[in-house]
């Protein structure tokens, strides 16, 4: 899991925020980074491959 600022769950604590809300606000955001990868130099590369037309075939000659 992502670090989650223990401040924040404490604040949380305190204002009797509920445990869906602290999850979808406060621990699934913390967790995103980790889940869908971090990024890096080929980050969009899928996203800009599809835009331009290409796709698993075209990186590939026809036998």
């Not at 989650?4 to 913390?30: N, S």
């Not at 967790?31 to 590369?45: T, V």
């Amino acid at each position: 899991m992502g670090k989650v600022d223990p401040k924040l769950l404490e604040m949380a604590e305190v204002f009797h925020v509920p445990k869906a809300a602290r999850m979808k606000y406060i621990i699934l955001p913390a967790m995103m980074p980790g889940l869908f990868g971090r990024g890096g130099k080929n980050a969009g590369k899928a996203a800009d491959d599809r835009d331009a037309g290409k796709g698993a075939a075209d990186d590939h000659p026809a036998s």
